[in-house]
């Protein structure tokens, strides 16, 4: 795999690329919070085609402090993605997102529908679909803001008991080990202006747009994830080309438990 410094705006991404066959597919994937590139790790060899996957703002070992935290909001973190693709001078790609990275690419594909060939949503939704809700969500991170700027440690040990991420008591001890480690390494300051602005309780509602998304949409979801069972169902009636594709015996992070099945399905729905 080929790393490449890409500054945009004054901060260094740390971009991935890799080509795996003659095929000319481009995925270009994007972790969730507290991730890093190596979240896919377990698929990224077995992609047809071309790959790229890069540490998202302020996230990974070696990011350093984003001074402006409203780099953070997803706006911005969109224009950051489009001229890293500029300077690879890539298009028609196969976008995947995973939970907050999911977030993102739906967003990046209403921005950008043009660079977009198919759009790949892991346990991502569209936001929040009530004013109500979306107060309540920012209050919820709030509080959780507070504690990641003052015991870090403890804020990454209460995450990984959510109900989100229970299923990943089943995996290996290495693995969850391996898990803890990468959110332990990033920066507090960081993770706490990621979620204070680009959290789902400030993103934009993207729930009525949906039916003016054109772009091939294919949802993953895990066969456990009772919650993002039904946003995936709710998405499905609403996109104009939308498909559901169900993992099973996987909860929320489907390429960390269940990798294989996750290729399978890369491989089979992608062109």
Do not use: C
């Not at 991935?16 to 991730?35: C, P, R, S, Y």
């Not at 703002?57 to 997803?74: H, S, T, Y």
């Not at 979306?134 to 804020?155: G, M, P, S, W, Y």
């Not at 080309?241 to 992070?253: D, F, R």
């Amino acid at each position: 795999m080929n790393r490449k410094i890409v500054t945009v705006a004054g901060y260094s991404y740390h971009v991935f690329h890799q080509i795996n066959d003659e095929t000319a597919t481009k995925w270009v994937l994007l972790h969730g919070f507290m991730g890093t590139h190596h979240d896919f790790d377990a698929i990224i060899n077995e992609l047809p085609g071309e790959v790229m996957t890069f540490d998202l703002l302020g996230f990974g070992e070696k990011a350093n402090i984003v001074d402006d935290p409203k780099r953070f909001e997803m706006a911005a973190q969109i224009a950051d993605i489009q001229l890293i693709l500029k300077t690879y001078n890539w298009s028609n790609i196969n976008l995947l997102g995973y939970s907050m990275g999911g977030r993102l690419a739906l967003g990046f594909a209403f921005s950008h529908n043009e660079l977009i060939n198919q759009l790949f949503l892991e346990s991502a939704s569209a936001g929040l679909n009530s004013a109500l809700n979306r107060k309540k969500r920012r209050a919820a991170d709030n509080e959780r803001i507070k504690q990641i700027l003052t015991d870090f440690h403890e804020f990454v040990l209460n995450w990984e008991k959510l109900p989100l991420f229970a299923t990943q008591k089943d995996l290996v001890a290495t693995q969850r080990q391996a898990i803890r480690a990468q959110r332990l390494a990033q920066q507090p300051q960081n993770v706490a202006n990621s979620l204070k602005h680009m959290g789902t309780g400030v993103q934009v509602n993207f729930w009525p747009k949906l039916a003016q998304l054109k772009t091939p949409t294919i949802l993953l979801v895990g066969e456990l994830d009772q919650k993002f069972n039904q946003i995936a169902d709710d998405m499905v009636r609403l996109l104009p080309s939308g498909q559901k594709h169900v993992i099973e015996n996987a909860g929320h992070n489907m390429h960390v438990e269940q990798p294989k099945q996750v290729i399978e399905v890369l491989k089979n729905v992608s062109y």
